[in-house]
């Protein structure tokens, strides 16, 4: 397992220290590692630059750790390259969200274990659609990808392995949606169910505290959109 650690190579877009804007740990200061590559293709994704990993776009660590702007330019990173650069950059956050792009078409096990060792705690974030390697200490945030144009399935197993469920909507329609995927994919009982509107948007603002309310699920408003940080 050593070796595999060590000889562990991920594709990294983006490295930087903010608060978490969603979900559970909405608040709380975090490591964000944004990951290269992404097939699901969700129309409003804010983060179409991770999409693509194209050869011809990979840089150094540290052009990706000093990018002024987003990119499709990513950089092949060890754990302990990543260890080391939150080390070397002073970074105090001990929660790390691994995000993308999809994080998941990556194992993240090695990444997760180096970590862990080192006294952070992870959380990652996908769509559901992919196989979740990961230690089984990390916290799983699936946020369900439904009828996207990559004509990916969400899995059964990722959802059963969610500590939380974050599903973005912005009509009834997508309510519908989600609750026929609670019935052919049944999460376990102590995941934490959460409405997130999409973009901001007051009618599904309005609709997703609606249903919080009726169900008693709860609302993720995405807090860093509202303060203008990433």
């Given at each position: ?21 969603e ?16 097939p ?18 990979e ?14 330019t990513w ?27 999809e ?53 059964p197993?990722c ?51 609606r ?20």
């Amino acid at each position: 397992m050593l070796e595999k650690i060590i000889n562990t190579l991920y594709p990294i877009n983006e490295v930087f220290q903010t608060i978490q804007g969603e979900g559970v740990f909405t608040g709380a200061p975090a490591l964000f590692i944004r990951l290269q590559g992404c097939p699901v293709g969700c129309p409003w994704c804010d983060t179409q630059h991770t999409w693509e990993h194209k050869p011809e776009d990979e840089v150094s660590i540290t052009a990706v750790v000093e990018k002024q702007a987003a990119s499709s330019t990513w950089a092949n990173v060890t754990p302990q390259q990543i260890l080391k650069l939150f080390e070397q950059r002073g970074y105090t956050a001990r929660h790390v969200v691994i995000t993308g792009g999809e994080p998941a078409m990556y194992d993240l096990r090695p990444l997760g274990q180096v970590l862990e060792q080192a006294g952070y705690q992870l959380q990652i974030e996908t769509s559901g659609t992919f196989e979740i390697r990961t230690t089984n200490k990390t916290w799983v945030t699936v946020s369900p990808k439904l009828d996207m144009p990559g004509g990916y399935l969400v899995r059964p197993d990722c959802m059963k392995r969610a500590n939380e469920i974050k599903y973005p909507v912005a009509m009834q329609k997508h309510i519908d949606q989600f609750d026929k995927l609670l019935r052919s994919c049944p999460p376990s009982p102590e995941a934490i169910i959460a409405l997130q509107p999409i973009s901001q948007r007051p009618r599904a603002t309005a609709l997703a505290m609606r249903v919080c309310i009726e169900r008693n699920w709860r609302l993720s408003v995405q807090l860093h959109k509202y303060l203008n940080i990433e």
